[in-house]
């Protein structure tokens, strides 16, 4: 039998593995500040005391305030797009709405397990043009373009014709981003709701509803090809 | 010929009719502080200066900046609740389609016309449960449910069987609320532009195009009847 490694009298010891980082603590205790407090009413100083450091040592992971809110963004957009090729690998050929609908379910996993409902701080205006957050910019606007593309491939051609992919993307990704206002009322996003946002972001496109349920099952099973790490489902 | 009443060497001089009620200026000023700083950051003071009045003239109007805040939100909603009954007694009967259109419509106009994007300061967890923005959530939930009413009365039977009217509602709402988002982007909503949201809203519940067309020539039939004030369409 192996001995319990955790001793008496050393109540707060945390196996190493389970512990965080200190910049990831640094994150997490900065987007807890943000949504809670807002954005501009939170210093770098009480980050740190909230992380149990001192304001130094947080300098030492981010050069200020922009650049944690700049990673927390970029964590609420980064693990939906770097799948974007591999969804429209994996896909069967010419299924576009499959693939729609399997980046709208995944990316509402991205927001809906996103830390502290981070994916609230966008459309603040505190997310300047400042080149801190160019990147993330960058990789929203991959995210809108590929929802562009996909619902325009998605949908029925009187509406493509009569449609603009970068305005159907930001209809489509905004449509989606419903996740981080229900987290926000303290309601839970359940696979079975992600499933009906999904599907509702397809009839955005005018697809068809055989369509629509065809490719609701293919994404189902594909969707264990992108499981990440603490995901529930 | 009558004389002209201003004169030189007053050049701070604004007839009355045009002058905005101090009131008014408090709410004006208040809106672009929160919308640009975050509401947190904006202190009362700051709003007096802005305006040019003493912070005790500004709490003649107001008991606080969350009273501040809880009235500009109600803008963003208070314009449309008060047209529902109005759009639901002028459309033809059991045209729900166009209904919802036509609210849809409205709706974007309201949110277009907010001074200083307003409405994007929803979804802040600043605006809390508090007594204070009581009225404006009660406001808000009454356009939740005309959109989950009208939108299951417009769904295809078998989207209507499977669906929730608040949770339709909430995604209707949210799809329209896109507008913010083009506005914090810094491009201009256009009726054309307007109409092409509001028909992706009635798609959102599987309303066929034909109906969608209908719908959109009825509205904007319509749409004259709820001119309102400095409206640009």
Redesign the interface.
Known sequence: MTPRRSLPGRPRHIPATSAKAPRDQVLDAAAELF???????TSTREIAERVGIRQASLYYHFAGKDEILAELLQRSVRPTVDKIAKIEALVPPQTHATALYLLALIDIRTLTEAPHNVG?LY????VTNSEVYAEFHRARQELVDAYGRLGLKSA?P??AA??DAR?LG??LM??I??V???R?GGKTVTPQ?AN??AA?AL????VP?ETIATAASTAAGLLAEFHHVGSTW
């Open positions: 949504v809670t407090r807002g954005f501009a009413a609230i459309g603040q205006s505190d029925s009187d509406i009569d449609t305005e930001e209809m905004h449509s981003e419903v981080t206002e229900i926000n709701r009906r946002i509702t009839r955005m496109c005018d509803q």
